[in-house]
């Protein structure tokens, strides 16, 4: 590019300058939070496929594995990093009106309540509800189901409770199983890693607080510089973070969330820790990830492909297999599947290599913020299809969040979706990669199981 003269300099640095504030503008901290961000959909950032169903083929069954609605606030987030926050700013006596990027917190009132933790929040209420009538809206010709599926904690049940509502007329007709989240109860439940001795809740929490400290050192300088006496820490800083999402759910937005108080960069860095977090908890750091969401990968399937009876009420027979869990599932499930894998077409020999504790990897695939939002979704559509140059037959696709996502060793259809015939071989492949629940869970208490069985009722 020339430039002819000063004038024409002049409009290109006032060009660059509107569209370099249009990027700022246009940085959404809620989309950043992890697990704490709300339900989004048609993120192309994960998926540049088409939600519609590929010409020619229509769904004639489907199966999800859904995350609950937004809570008050998680346990773990609230006894680790907003209670001792909300203490410390209790007993300051920081004039937080005299410093502008601080100075909310003069008036701010604290929404988010001990006794509340793990509750289903008024907004999830309204999530589950309008994830029903999405799900209804997209599969208009299927069945309302007969039975839904939730792992046996309030949040979960409460969730299906409020997607019934929003997918059928009559929320009564639906059964809802309480499935329960025990610890001897091996594959056999929509939360099996409770049931599986090589995992701990804790796992990853040490990693993540490694990039933490580096992400929180140039604020905690920045906010110590203006308020010296309050002593902010790296889990202060976190704690911002955490408090925007919750408090969003609760009041509809935060003063915490604004790009005043964090920087998209920093914003990122809270996103990043946490995608460290669950790499090694629920993902691809996690040896017994995939055989944990294997079960539940395999039952789907195995139900889409079973016998169909149109005419029959019998559950094994429902066009649409819906089941509400934690957090957790979801990426074992998508480990299962070898999605959102950073060394995918790589053949790397270390995939935590692709996670460095010390930088953030923006190439990666792995976002905890597209997997694990409240109300996150996985979906396997079983597609009957005609379409110009691939065979009549049976399809199936899997999409997170409303996005098709294409399968690795497995992608012979129509948009990349594929044949029932493979889908099997493929199966089988992925049962070897991962491995059997029992063996790399370390299963050490009897009559424990590698299948869920929960639809065969």
């Not at 909300?86 to 410093?99: N, Q």
């Not at 997209?138 to 409770?161: C, G």
């Not at 696709?397 to 044949?419: F, M, T």
């Not at 991962?434 to 590698?450: E, I, K, L, P, Q």
């Amino acid at each position: 590019m020339f430039i002819s003269s000063p004038l024409s300099l002049a409009a290109l640095l006032s060009g660059s300058y509107i569209a370099h504030a249009s990027i700022i503008n246009q940085f959404d901290p809620l989309k950043h939070l992890s697990g704490v961000s709300p339900p989004f959909d048609h993120e192309e950032a994960s998926s540049p496929l088409d939600p519609v169903p590929p010409l020619g083929c229509n769904v004639t069954r489907a199966a999800y594995l859904v995350r609950h609605a937004a809570i008050h606030s998680n346990s773990y987030d609230y006894v680790a990093f907003i209670e001792p926050f909300l203490e410390k700013l209790s007993r300051t006596t920081v004039r937080w009106a005299e410093i502008p990027s601080l100075s909310f917190l003069a008036t701010w009132r604290n929404p988010i309540l001990k006794g509340e933790k793990e509750k289903l929040s008024r907004s999830g209420q309204l999530q589950a509800m309008t994830f029903g009538v999405e799900v209804g809206h997209r599969y208009f010709n299927l069945r309302t189901p007969q039975k839904i599926w939730a792992a046996s904690s309030d949040r979960t049940m409460k969730s299906a409770q409020f997607f019934a509502k929003g997918i059928a007329l009559d929320a009564s007709k639906i059964a809802i199983e309480r499935v329960y989240e025990g610890k001897k109860d091996g594959a056999n439940s929509l939360n099996p890693y409770d049931s599986c001795p090589a995992f701990s809740r804790v796992t990853g929490s040490d990693e993540a607080s490694v990039f933490r400290e580096i992400y929180t050192k140039p604020v905690m300088q920045r906010f110590n510089s203006l308020a010296p006496s309050f002593n902010f820490t790296s889990t202060d800083i976190y704690a911002f973070s955490l408090i925007c999402g919750y408090e969003t759910v609760l009041r509809g937005s935060s003063p915490f969330c604004g790009l005043s108080v964090l920087s998209s960069n920093e914003w990122l860095g809270f996103e990043y820790a946490n995608d460290i977090k669950y790499f090694y908890n629920s993902g691809y750091g996690l040896p017994s990830a995939g055989a944990t969401g294997f079960p539940w990968v395999n039952a789907s399937f195995n139900a889409l492909m079973s016998n169909h009876d149109t005419n029959s009420n019998e559950v094994k027979d429902q066009d649409l297999f819906v089941s509400f869990t934690h957090r957790g599932m979801p990426p074992m499930a998508l480990v299962a599947m070898g999605l959102f894998n950073n060394s995918a077409y790589s053949g790397a020999n270390n995939i935590n290599d692709t996670m460095p504790l010390d930088t953030i990897n923006y190439q990666r695939v792995w976002k905890s913020s597209q997997i694990i939002p409240f109300m996150t979704d996985i979906g396997i559509e079983k597609l009957e299809c005609d379409s110009f140059g691939f065979d009549e037959g049976i399809y199936y696709r899997v999409l997170v969040n409303d996005r098709p996502q294409s399968l690795i060793g497995c992608h012979d259809g129509p948009a990349d979706s594929c044949k029932e015939e493979s889908i099997r071989k493929w199966l089988n492949e992925r049962a070897k990669v991962v491995g059997d629940f029992d063996t790399m869970c370390r299963v050490d208490y009897a009559n424990s199981t590698n299948i869920l069985s929960i639809y065969d009722s």
